[in-house]
């Protein structure tokens, strides 16, 4: 386990001053749920954490899974690297019924990992952080000239984009043709 | 033997270099963190990215290749306004992410470009500002939807700026001109040939005090200096939203407007009407003179900025259309407005738009 939430609970107590039927009530303990990466490590998040996830938050209120399954099956997240998961976990919970700020420094400087970032947002739906790592990824190419931009984006030229057009339908005409050829054969 | 030795330690350098040579292309090219393969993205994270881009870095972006030109289809795109004045500047976009490029002849490059804006050191920084128009035209397919005119800035350049914006616009459909003393033709002649579409703002002192030939086409006038304004002057325009400041018509011109409306003589179709009050103490008396009407109470926060000095006075129009005219308080004087009860009326003051 490697969430920072375990067995707290963060159920706001009940102002006195304004209701003090409520203060009587117990405090509902926060549920909290398990998802795993591509390196099977499991990981606690709590519900409150969960919200940022549309994905995950759609989930759990749709399919209405419970606490104790959600323990037994953690949500698995084959497509995302384990340290990869756990940023965005360790995101979720510093995050957790805050409003989130206008910019966010901690986002990782390394274009590789902020990619692999941006894909496991993306899926997972978290409307806030994409936006901050997209707005990363923006900044890389702030003032830059369209040859810088295609370098640092990795972006094909025309030619090369013409060229794999080409090799695609040249692909797709051997591969019709085989299976052309290859029903021929069937039918004798 | 010594020659051996020369020649292997030859070998031996000429070897390191090459290999630390390729070494340090292969870290260039190669390193996962030198490149980032933006196209590989989901087109949703590809949208966020792009919509991130100031209009300088999207625009070079577009001229990367054809595949990113096809991409600028999936961001929405605003209007542009366009300032004509000494520092000529374009805006972008409105509310928070909205964006201005402003050319001027001095420019502290030491300053970084802030990130809702951006200052371009230029010697000529009209056909600057015109340049980069036409470039965020042409690949991002921004219209105009402002200009403005600072006429003192610019004089002796306003066939030039009409015949560079008639070349690629048909029509504006916000205009406002300023100036502080610019000659009569000059303005009539932007009048004449800028065709502005819906609201034109006019705040010049001209030296000959003439009155303008506005476009019939608009549907908002605002006139700033009004100074030249008489009551023929106003009846004589076809416009459903006017406001004038700083003319002297007397309360007796605004009755007989106001006896002019009521009696279906001119503007049916009026929307709003607003003018300053020479005399706001006598209003009631000679403005409404022989107009019957109703007190009410002003529409709570139909013009959050306006104050009302006192109550409105409702009255009828021949045909059965309500309107309330309200006395307003403003910072530069008090103002009169006249506003018929439509259902879908704009109801935001003519000077705020």
């Known amino acids: 386990m490697s969430s920072t939430e375990q067995g707290t609970s963060s159920a706001a107590p009940a102002e006195p001053t304004t209701a003090p039927e409520s203060a009587a009530a117990p405090e509902v303990p926060e549920s909290f749920y398990y998802v795993h990466g591509k390196d099977k490590v499991v990981h606690k998040v709590s519900a409150g954490a969960l919200q940022h996830s549309a994905l995950i938050h759609g989930m759990i209120s749709n399919l209405g899974y419970t606490e104790e399954q959600a323990k037994a099956n953690p949500f698995p997240f084959e497509n995302i690297d384990g340290d990869i998961l756990q940023m965005v976990v360790d995101w979720c919970n510093q995050h957790k019924g805050k409003p989130t700020p206008p910019e966010d420094t901690n986002l990782p400087k390394q274009k590789e990992k902020?990619?692999?970032?941006?894909?496991?947002?993306n899926y997972l739906e978290i409307k806030e952080l994409l936006t901050y790592c997209c707005k990363q990824v923006a900044m890389m190419v702030k003032g830059k000239s369209p040859e810088e931009i295609r370098e640092i984006w990795m972006i094909p030229t025309d030619a090369e984009d013409e060229a794999a057009e080409k090799e695609?339908?040249?692909?797709?005409?051997?591969?019709a043709a085989g299976e052309t050829a290859a029903a021929a054969g069937d039918a004798k | 033997m010594l020659w051996f030795f020369v020649c292997w330690f030859t070998i031996a350098i000429v070897i390191s270099l090459v290999y630390?040579?390729?070494?340090?292309?292969?870290?260039?090219?190669y390193s996962p963190q030198a490149r980032f393969p933006l196209l590989k993205l989901d087109y949703v994270a590809i949208r966020e990215v792009l919509s991130t881009l100031d209009p300088h870095d999207y625009i070079n972006f577009?001229?990367?290749?054809?595949?990113?030109?096809?991409?600028?289809?999936?961001?929405?795109?605003?209007?542009?306004?366009?300032?004509?004045?000494?520092?000529?500047?374009?805006i972008i976009g409105n509310g928070p992410g909205k964006?201005?490029?402003m050319w001027a002849q001095k420019?502290?490059?030491?300053?970084?470009?802030k990130q809702q804006g951006c200052i371009k050191c230029s010697q000529n920084c009209l056909n600057d500002m015109k340049k980069f128009y036409q470039d965020v035209r042409s690949v991002m397919g921004v219209e105009i939807g402002s200009v403005v005119l600072h006429m003192d800035d610019f004089q002796g350049r306003c066939s030039e700026i009409v015949s560079w914006f008639r070349s690629i616009s048909q029509e504006v459909v916000d205009l406002s001109i300023y100036g502080k003393n610019p000659r009569h033709g000059d303005i009539q002649y932007l009048l004449d040939n800028l065709k502005c579409r819906d609201r034109l703002r006019i705040d010049v002192n001209t030296i000959e005090q003439l009155p303008f030939k506005i476009p019939e086409s608009i549907?908002?006038?605002f006139i700033i200096q009004g100074s030249w304004i008489t009551l023929d002057y106003v009846m004589s325009l076809k416009i459903s939203r006017m406001s004038f400041r700083n003319t002297y018509l007397t309360n007796q011109d605004i009755n007989a407007f106001y006896k002019s409306w009521i009696e279906m003589e001119s503007h049916q179709n009026l929307e709003c009407f607003e003018i300053n009050l020479i005399n706001p103490a006598n209003f009631v008396a000679v403005a409404l003179r022989d107009i019957p009407y109703k007190t009410g109470t002003p529409?709570?926060?139909?013009?959050?900025?306006?104050?009302?000095?006192?109550?409105s006075f409702e009255v009828t129009r021949k045909d059965g259309q309500e309107a309330s005219i309200v006395v307003f308080d403003l910072p530069e004087g008090a103002v009169a407005s006249i506003y018929p009860w439509l259902p879908l009326i704009n109801t935001e003051p003519i000077d705020r738009q």
């Open chain 2, 99 to 101: 964006y201005y490029v």
């Open chain 1, 168 to 175: 695609a339908k040249k692909r797709a005409g051997k591969e």
């Open chain 2, 219 to 221: 549907n908002t006038l």
């Open chain 2, 20 to 29: 630390s040579q390729i070494g340090y292309l292969f870290c260039v090219l």
């Open chain 2, 107 to 113: 420019v502290d490059t030491r300053a970084p470009c």
């Open chain 2, 299 to 311: 529409i709570p926060k139909l013009f959050p900025d306006y104050a009302a000095i006192r109550g």
């Open chain 2, 62 to 90: 577009l001229k990367v290749s054809k595949s990113c030109r096809r991409l600028s289809t999936i961001k929405k795109h605003s209007k542009a306004r366009l300032i004509f004045k000494n520092f000529p500047r374009i």
């Open chain 1, 114 to 121: 902020l990619f692999d970032l941006v894909l496991a947002v």
